[in-house]
């Protein structure tokens, strides 16, 4: 089992940017893919970003594509979500999520077995 602690949400205005860390602890970090999802006020947890364990595989949703940006260290167990040009519809609880293997087979939650506890961005308009 892995635990997953966020950090890095707040409040920013439409067009500015936010990083987000996800650091890991419990289960060796480099055995695994990691994810970004969200949750939206009144709407299903979406898929947002994933990347495999080395970082040389990456996946985005097409809202966030050419905005987010998913990285990992894995000296330093941590994942980031570097989030830029934010929208107001970016607003959401962002969660992170480890992957069940080292790769990305695909992007559905069941493919995600720890989660972290989330961090509320809020974009103003």
């Known amino acids: 089992q892995v635990q997953l602690v966020e950090s890095g949400g707040g409040l920013v205005q439409a067009g500015g940017s936010l990083r987000l860390a996800c650091a890991a602890s419990?289960?060796?970090?480099?055995?695994?893919?990691m994810g970004w999802f969200r949750q939206a006020p009144g709407k299903e947890r979406e898929f947002v970003a994933a990347i495999d364990w080395s970082g040389g595989s990456t996946a985005y949703a097409n809202s966030v594509k050419g905005r987010f940006t998913i990285s990992r260290e894995n000296a330093k167990s941590t994942v980031y979500l570097q989030m830029n040009s934010l929208k107001p519809e970016d607003t959401a609880v962002y969660y992170c999520?480890?992957?069940?293997?080292?790769?990305?087979?695909?992007?559905?939650?069941?493919?995600?077995?720890?989660w972290g506890q989330g961090t509320q961005v809020t974009v103003s308009s």
């Open positions: 419990g289960r060796a970090f480099s055995r695994y893919a």
């Open positions: 999520a480890a992957g069940r293997t080292a790769f990305i087979y695909n992007t559905r939650e069941s493919e995600f077995a720890s």
